[in-house]
């Protein structure tokens, strides 16, 4: 391909990331139904019709725009796996308090995830109320949880466990307690850091209840079991 042939494509990724980055700012301000086409493409410096070159709706618009902050969620989730992974199988197997130490450090809300869950959640709410507005939602969620499930399943085999079903049918289950607390930081107007011991001893007790002490100890570790629930009962 030429250069005078690339160079349309190159502009329309730049417009549609100034679209994106100026609906980031907008939706977070005035909400997702309270934000207007206008107001993002005047952020972006844009007319209505590069919008509509590029999106055919403010929802289209906001799925792009959460496809994107979920890919950056996953890439941050796989940075933070391989830090991690190497500290825990020095450690060996861990207990469940030290366990929500490393999931806050592992799991720990970006400065803006209330700002985000809000969004989403107003976004399934109208999409709940009509569906054509998010078709494949569940799909989409399903492809996430499954980016994600590697490096989930690799930072818990390198302390010294494993899950007791499938990887990817865990995901859903952490994200409901992970958002379950966002859900109650938002309401009580809390900064995310206000809710991370209770994200980190939450997200421990599940995770001792749908893992198990591997049967061959990891690098480093002892292959003792991890806490007093997991040792053989007394005879």
Known sequence: ??????????RRQETRGRLL????????????QGASVEAICSRAGFTRGAFYSNFSSKEELFLALLEREFSRRAADLEAKALELEPTLRERG???PPEAAQYIVEF????RNASAWFVL???FLLLAMRDPSLAPGHDTFMDRFYANISGAVDRVIAAAGRRFVMPVERAMPVLSGVYEQVLRTSVLAG???DGA???LGERLAELLFAITE???APNAGGTGAPASADDAPAPR
């Not at 391909?1 to 190159?10: D, H, K």
């Not at 980055?21 to 997702?32: H, I, K």
């Open 196 to 198: 991370l011991d209770q």
């Open 21 to 32: 980055d100026a609906a980031t700012e907008v939706f977070t301000e005035e909400g997702l």
């Open 107 to 110: 799991f720990a809300p970006s």
């Open 1 to 10: 391909m030429s250069n005078t042939e690339a160079a349309p494509s190159a």
């Open 213 to 215: 002490v591997s049967e």
């Open 190 to 192: 809390d900064e995310p």
């Open 93 to 95: 197997c861990i207990s």
């Open 120 to 122: 989403e959640a107003e």
